[in-house]
């Protein structure tokens, strides 16, 4: 079975997110904030 438009558009977004806040632990500037982008961004497609 086929992924649906939904399906792929929540992966990119979820890489999308990981990717930045990876980005922002690397320069250092880790917060409270890039944990819960994490979270709620990659929880999109968990609730599909």
Do not use: F, H, P, W
Request: aromatic share 2%.
């Amino acid at each position: 079975m086929a992924d649906s438009l939904l399906i792929t558009k929540s992966k990119e977004l979820a890489l999308q997110i990981i990717k930045v806040c990876n980005y922002v632990k690397q320069n250092k500037k880790e917060s409270v904030l890039t944990n819960r982008l994490i979270r709620s961004g990659t929880s999109v497609g968990a609730n599909i």
